[in-house]
């Protein structure tokens, strides 16, 4: 085999010893980086630098060059993701004091009782942005310029859940007002097995601002159904809402089916809907507490759901 006498000698002795030929601990390649390097990386990363910045500033701060490779391989190993970054509205100042007191209001709210809701929007044929590639060898695929799209209706809570409601057309007040005259009534509502007897004719109701929400008729109509109990939410403000988490969940579920007709992606938004389990909505419930916090802290600012 052309290895030495004195190697397969420290081999076997090495075997006899620890019951492997692999380095003992301590022994081999030394690290580059210790727990605390890392933990600085990390850090760095999740504040939004990229390998690049990071390595540069490794260097500059120790003296220690590594390559950014090897920054990446620390990131990942603390299960981040190099993505896209959303973008976001960005909140105005009479807005970003609405939602401090807001926040301060509600922090010690019941929210278990409130019946949240939203809408929106999926395009025909979505698929994964993201994929590894080789640089200079990326993939591609078709994109239609127009997709259908498939705009939805729904509400949800830690013990309620409306039945979904689809349409094609751009929404305006009357459409608005048919849907919550359809969808909000207490018998037509979908009720947790552990429900309290008196919720699903006492819940909360909960919008967000746009106008069409705060038409005239709207709200007269809202007041028949759920009386005073509506929840005054503010402006500029989806990640105070759960129903962002719901709909992220729907579309993972979608985009994973790869539906190809509007028909399929009803029949899927259906079935994906009323299977979902309470206990992910009430996870996203009981997190509004910490929303709330959160959002005080940053006087108002956007917060990180």
């Known amino acids: 085999m052309g290895i030495s006498r004195t190697t397969v000698i420290d081999n076997l002795k090495k075997y006899h010893e620890i019951g492997t030929v692999k380095n003992r601990p301590g022994q081999g390649r030394k690290r580059k980086l210790s727990d605390l390097d890392e933990k600085k990386i990390v850090k760095k990363a999740r504040k939004g630098k990229d390998a690049t910045e990071i390595a540069r500033e490794h260097a500059a701060e120790t003296g220690m060059r590594v390559h950014e490779t090897t920054i990446q391989r620390v990131i990942k190993k603390h299960k981040l993701q190099y993505l896209v970054r959303e973008g976001v509205e960005e909140l105005s100042e009479m807005n970003k004091g609405k939602r401090l007191a807001y926040a301060r209001a509600m922090k010690e709210h019941n929210w278990k009782k409130v019946l949240f809701s939203d809408e929106k929007t999926f395009p025909l044929g979505a698929e994964k942005t993201h994929a590894w590639q080789e640089p200079g060898k990326r993939r591609r695929h078709p994109v239609k310029r127009h997709p259908p799209k498939l705009h939805v209706w729904g509400a949800a809570g830690a013990y309620l859940k409306s039945k979904l409601y689809f ?97 399929g992606l009803k029949r899927r938004l259906t079935q994906e809907w009323e299977s979902m389990p309470w206990s992910l909505i009430r996870r996203s419930v009981a997190s509004m507490p910490t929303r709330l916090a959160e959002c005080e802290e940053l006087q108002g600012g956007r917060t990180q759901y």
């Open 167 to 263: 349409f094609r057309q751009t929404m305006d007040s009357p459409l608005y007002q048919k849907i919550i005259k359809s969808r909000l009534q207490e018998h037509h509502l979908t009720v947790a097995p552990d429900c309290p007897t008196r919720l699903p004719d006492r819940y909360e109701f909960l919008q967000d601002n746009d106008p069409k929400h705060k038409a005239k008729r709207t709200m007269k109509l809202l007041e028949e159904l759920v009386d005073e109990r509506i929840i005054e939410h503010p402006a500029q403000s989806p990640d105070l809402n759960i129903m962002e988490d719901i709909w992220s969940h729907l579309d993972r579920k979608v985009k994973a089916a790869k539906v190809k007709t509007i028909p």
